[in-house]
């Protein structure tokens, strides 16, 4: 985006009526340097057009670093996000690609979805409907430390539980997590640890 209102306006009206569920405008320093209110236009159009309109400025004096553009990246995906009706037996995955057949999953994944869960996966290359359809999870399970802002928003947005798998090291301290998820869901894990 380099401050042209006109064609940003044009473009995403474009967009929106070829079908886009979601667009992300994505910003350089530009925009601001010219005085151009990207945040404004967002907030103008979106009741013109059906597609969720967010924006992340990745301009190099307020982004300067690959986790801060990470995280803000995500933190555009949660505006995006609307509420709704829990699904019980969906889980969202915060830190693990939908591409990484070649990684096993965690143990405690394997045990979430050999009881009947959904794992949701959510991290870069995750399909925007995952993003979008988030809202729905029965909880966030952050695999990484890099999707805590996103689940830390969720949390406020959604009322969604979050849990971190990344924090804890301790023999006691997971037991503790195992027991607080087996709690939140309603099942129990047996001998499985």
Same mark, same amino acid.
């Given at each position: 985006?380099?401050? &042209?209102?006109?064609?940003?306006? =044009? ?14 405008? #994505?910003?350089? &320093?530009?925009?601001?340097? #010219? ?5 404004? #236009? ?20 307020? &982004? ?17 996000? =609307? ?78 539980? &979050? ?19 087996? =709690? ?10």
């Amino acid at each position: 985006v380099f401050g &042209c209102r006109r064609g940003l306006v =044009e473009a995403v009206r474009a967009m929106d009526a070829a079908g886009a569920k979601a667009i992300m405008l #994505i910003l350089t &320093c530009v925009p601001e340097v #010219i005085g151009e209110d990207v945040e404004g #236009i967002v907030h103008e159009i979106q009741p013109e057009v059906a597609a969720r309109l967010s924006f992340v400025q990745l301009g190099h004096f307020k &982004c300067n670093s690959y986790p801060s553009g990470f995280w803000k990246t995500l933190t555009a995906f949660g505006a995006m996000m =609307e509420p709704a009706e829990t699904r019980a037996k969906v889980i969202n995955v915060l830190g693990r690609s939908p591409e990484e057949d070649h990684i096993p999953l965690p143990a405690v994944l394997d045990a979430l979805s050999k009881r009947g869960f959904t794992l949701r996966m959510l991290a870069p290359k995750s399909d925007m409907d995952d993003f979008l359809a988030a809202p729905d999870a029965a909880l966030n399970l952050v695999l990484s430390p890099y999707m805590n802002p996103l689940a830390e928003q969720m949390r406020r947005a959604f009322k969604m539980p &979050c849990l971190s798998l990344h924090e804890v090291y301790s023999v006691a301290g997971i037991d503790a997590l195992l027991n607080e998820l087996a =709690e939140r869901l309603g099942i129990t894990w047996g001998d499985a640890f």
